[in-house]
């Protein structure tokens, strides 16, 4: 029995799973005498819990003062922000994703190495 589709459906499953090269961090709103909100910028992905529990994910269209507005103009004043995150690029996530891409590449082209191999020391086409 041929262990390569089993071999290779978990490596697909693993790579679609995948966490990818970006992570949510979260961002320290600032005191009044500093830039309200640190690092974001219009065109950067957020994540806010708002006082009432309510979280929304957007991409920022602008940064008006203590107000941050999203694609769509929806509003989110300062004093409805509980927590704010900021997709960043990851090198970690990236490096073990790369790592898991070409590892699962290495055991696939093994693998076929070694059917081949098979087929042709058992005369099978």
């Not at 499953?13 to 320290?28: D, I, Q």
């Amino acid at each position: 029995m041929s262990i390569q589709r089993p071999v290779a459906v978990v490596l697909i499953g693993a790579l679609l799973l995948s966490v990818g090269c970006t992570s949510m961090r979260p961002v320290r709103v600032a005191a009044p005498a500093e830039p309200t909100y640190g690092q974001v910028q219009p065109g950067d992905t957020v994540m806010v819990q708002k006082a009432d529990g309510g979280r929304s994910r957007f991409v920022v269209e602008q940064l008006d003062g203590d107000t941050i507005i999203a694609r769509g103009g929806r509003r989110f004043p300062r004093q409805d922000i509980v927590h704010l995150w900021r997709r960043s690029f990851t090198v970690p996530k990236t490096a073990c994703l790369i790592a898991g891409i070409a590892g699962g590449l290495y055991v696939m082209v093994g693998l076929a190495a070694v059917s081949a191999a098979d087929r042709a020391l058992s005369g099978r086409p």
